[in-house]
């Protein structure tokens, strides 16, 4: 299948269908889990990780689709809501609008229901309202607007977990210096103004590298650990290694995604850039879009422990919840506190 000038919006049908078969009726499992010998560790649900990764092979989007990192961005605030965040404080949502600030879901769930459904109606059909709603999120540095991919936030509290993303599937000796740069000068901007946030940041990572360009693969993974050791930038840094097959590999047009990180100033510039609308496709069309997804899967054994997924979402939820007094995020603290024993 081709990519198409809505290959972002044909991949939100997928994820959406996706994570909700992964929480059934909003029910997340808890991903922690205790062993016999009393360590506490974060499971990530890596089968949803791999269908969700395996969406733009599936529509053959590229990079400059966006759609790659954003299977990065599903699954990150996927696991959020699996450890006690709830659906409308983590960024991006599990449904249109991606992005909507708490006040205005305070706002419509105080309205008399007639009114309630007029505006909730309304919001939905909406590609973006300036300044409400939108597909994506900025928030202001040290100097500049700085998209972050995942974000937990409200009025009363700033900024509580600001997590990037970035993903490199080929030509990682010409990208993966400017990633890095990019990366380090992200995280010092933000740092510097949210000192208390939880700030993370993700890197996928196709996994013929450790073969093509086993140096490269090297210098990134160290890096990577480097970049979340500093006082000043990152609280933790992970590696998704992705192994598929080269029959299903995204086409490499020579062209690295769209820079993201200084915006400029201007109305509702916190909010993003509208996107277009999903459209609606009968859930019987998308299971069998989702029976078809390529095969992906996580190399956890070739990556460096300091970079797992697990800890590095351990990490961030514990910074949050350590950030804050004990009668907020109620549910992430009971979930932390009763995991499972393995």
């Known amino acids: 299948m081709a990519a198409k000038p809505n290959a972002k919006a044909k991949a939100w049908v997928v994820f959406d269908r996706i994570v909700a078969l992964a929480a059934p009726d909003g029910a997340h499992s808890n991903p922690w889990v205790k062993s016999p010998d009393g360590k506490l560790r974060f499971e990530p649900d890596y089968n949803t990780l791999v269908q969700l990764l395996g969406v733009p092979l599936f529509l053959k989007a590229g990079t400059q689709s966006g759609v790659p990192a954003l299977a990065l961005d599903v699954w990150l605030s996927y696991e959020l809501r699996r450890a006690g965040f709830g ?24 309205l008399p229901i007639k009114m309630q459904q007029t505006l909730a109606e309304r919001v939905k059909k909406r590609a973006s309202i300036p300044g409400v709603t939108s597909s994506s999120a900025s928030i ?6 700085k998209q972050v991919d995942v974000i937990i936030t409200d009025w009363a ?11 490199m599937d080929s030509s990682y000796g010409k990208n993966a210096p400017n990633r890095v740069e990019e990366s380090y000068g992200d995280a010092k901007n933000l740092r510097l103004r949210h000192p208390l ?18 140096g ?3 210098w990134l993974f160290d890096l990577l650990a480097k970049l979340g050791r500093e006082d000043d930038a ?3 840094t992970c590696l998704v290694l ?21 915006l400029e100033p201007g109305p509702g510039p916190e909010l993003g850039e509208a996107e277009e609308l999903p459209e609606p496709e009968a859930e019987s069309d998308v299971d069998r879009d989702i029976a078809q997804l390529p095969k992906v899967r996580i190399l956890e054994e070739e990556t460096p422990e300091e970079l797992a997924p697990g800890r590095f979402l351990a990490a961030m939820v514990t910074r949050v919840l350590d950030a804050t007094p004990v009668n907020m995020h109620e549910e992430a603290r009971r979930r932390r506190a009763s995991p499972e024993f393995r």
Do not use: C
């Open 87 to 110: 659906s409308d404080q983590v960024w991006p949502r599990p449904v249109h609008p991606r992005i909507l600030p708490a006040s205005v879901t305070s706002l419509l769930e105080d």
């Open 140 to 145: 202001l540095g040290k100097n500049y607007l």
């Open 157 to 167: 509290t700033g900024p509580e977990l600001l997590i990037s993303t970035k993903r």
């Open 197 to 214: 946030a939880a700030l993370g940041f993700m890197f996928g990572l196709r996994s013929d590298i450790l073969q093509k360009e086993p």
């Open 216 to 218: 490269t693969a090297a």
């Open 234 to 236: 990152y609280h933790a």
């Open 242 to 262: 992705m192994e598929y097959s080269d029959e299903a590999a995204i086409p490499d047009t020579g062209e690295d995604a769209p820079a993201d990180g200084v």
